[in-house]
């Protein structure tokens, strides 16, 4: 009848020999900070044998430490590397794909990317005004990087400023009491994230039959141009929005 008791799974203990403690340990990161990443889809889940038991496998502990390899060493946010996990760049031929690798060390200089330091959160956190909560919906985001470096909770420096921004909008008035969260930036992350989509798409197969330093070249030099016209046409259409309300 119903009262009868599920038997737990069995598991093979060669297969999946750790438990979340064991991935903790392994990795130094907190079991919150792993259940995140596989309710995101960068970790699969484990072999469950109960409703809140479960082993995991040596690619659970490869697959961790790479996501914290691409974080500390390459200051990926976790949807970048989703991203790249997801193999997102199937649409680009081999060719294409060597020629974005080729590119890149040319463009370092304009893009940034080569400055591995890092910056305590508290220090910026405290300069600006925010909690490390708002800090944290940062992260989650995917809008900066931050890391535990003995310890201590610190962050990109190429990524600063966006605490800096926050901060200034806050000061600016979008405050809680207003409605106002961090969250609220999702929209421009989305919106940004669709348009270097679609721009790669377009620019890449008309690049592909240059060499990387010309093509590098031509994206440094149209680069600038381009956010001006993002920033100006922002506006203009934030000024036909009001004027059309006349």
Not at 111 to 135: I, N, P
Request: proline share 4%; with cysteine.
């Amino acid at each position: 009848m119903g009262g009868q008791a599920t038997k737990p799974a069995s598991v093979d203990r060669e297969r999946y020999p750790y438990k979340m403690r064991d991935l903790c340990d392994e990795t130094g990161l907190d079991r919150q900070a792993i259940h995140f990443y596989i309710q995101q889809g960068l970790v699969p889940e484990g072999f469950k044998t109960g409703r809140n038991m479960a082993y995991y496998g040596p690619e659970h502990l490869d697959r961790i430490r790479l996501i914290r390899k691409l974080q500390q060493e390459r200051f990926l946010p976790l949807k970048a590397i989703k991203a790249m996990f997801d193999g997102r760049d199937e649409s680009f031929t081999p060719e294409q794909r060597s020629l974005l690798a080729d590119v890149r060390p040319h463009l370092e200089a304009v893009l940034g990317g080569g400055d591995r330091q890092t910056v305590a959160a508290a220090e910026l956190l405290a300069a600006h005004g925010l909690s490390k909560d708002e800090l944290l919906a940062l992260d989650k985001l995917g809008l900066l990087t931050t890391m535990k470096v003995d310890g201590e909770l610190r962050v990109a420096s190429q990524d600063a400023w966006m605490i800096e921004l926050w901060g200034g909008l806050r000061s600016a008035g979008l405050s809680r009491e207003l409605g106002f969260e961090v969250a609220d930036l999702a929209l421009y992350e989305e919106a940004i994230g669709s348009l270097l989509e679609q721009e790669v798409s377009m620019i890449v197969p008309r690049l592909s039959h240059l060499p990387p330093a010309e093509a590098a070249s031509l994206v440094e030099r149209a680069l600038p141009l381009i956010n001006v016209f993002l920033a100006r046409y922002h506006l203009t259409r934030v000024r036909n929005f009001f004027s059309a309300l006349d």
